[in-house]
């Protein structure tokens, strides 16, 4: 189910839905329609390329919360009995510069580097939870995680692996059994900006109090110029990210009969 889930993703959205349309127009390309299909889909692929597209993706996902303030943990509740809970954004398979291992990829280690500045912060444990979706991997991600976590100076007792888990859902119902088993109610919620949403109410529905720390920003904090209009590869990138994560929204919203 899940490699299904994730193939019909791939296929729908960027750039795969963008090269299915095209092909579709070239194929009636000598009727009319066919030519507007050729015509849409080089649009769509420079809007998704333009900062402006992006942002105007991003802002409803990342503006939902807000950035953490590591000050005011000090005055909110529960924090005796809290944790920090970091969740896995995706492997480098085979890093060669690490001698072949699997290693943390961008998200997942924006989001490791800014759990490890808050457990420093808060003397909080971390749980760590990724598993090993649609792999062989002898390691989990949460593992990979870990290992990063105590190269940042991280203690090993403080850190707790969660390694099953192949969803954002099952990140919450997985971890939350790890976190009862220490009397754990609240957590700061360590993962992307784009993904916090969708996570935070993952964890609310385990009965959680979340605090969310979004980290890894993909809106512009500058203002515009010439070449915000013209189009980048990695811009192209975030858009198609920021798109799976309104895909991920819908699915949640139609399995789980949620309002998120």
Known sequence: MLLLSKSISQLLLPPGGLIMLAVIGLWFSHKRWGKSLIILSLSLLWLLSIEPTRD???SPLEMFHKPLSLESLSNAP????????????????????YEGRDELGRYAMMRSIYAAKIAQQTHLPI?????????QRSESEASIMKRW??????????????????????NAALTKQLLSEKNIDSIILVTS????????????????VVIPAPTDYLTEQESYDLRSFLPRWNVFNDS????????GLMWYKLKYNAHI
């Open 240 to 247: 198609s990210q920021l798109l799976h994560e309104y895909m």
């Open 193 to 208: 900006a784009n993904h916090m949403r969708r996570s935070v109410w993952c964890f609310e529905q385990q009965g959680l």
């Open 127 to 135: 749980f760590a939870t990724g598993g090993v979706p649609l792999t």
């Open 56 to 58: 105007m993706l991003a």
């Open 78 to 97: 529960n924090m005796k009995h809290a944790a920090i809970v970091l969740l896995g954004g995706g492997i480098a398979e085979h890093s060669l510069e």
């Open 149 to 170: 976590l105590m190269w940042f100076g991280i203690a090993k007792e403080k850190i707790f692996v969660e390694a099953e888990a192949n969803t954002t859902w099952e």
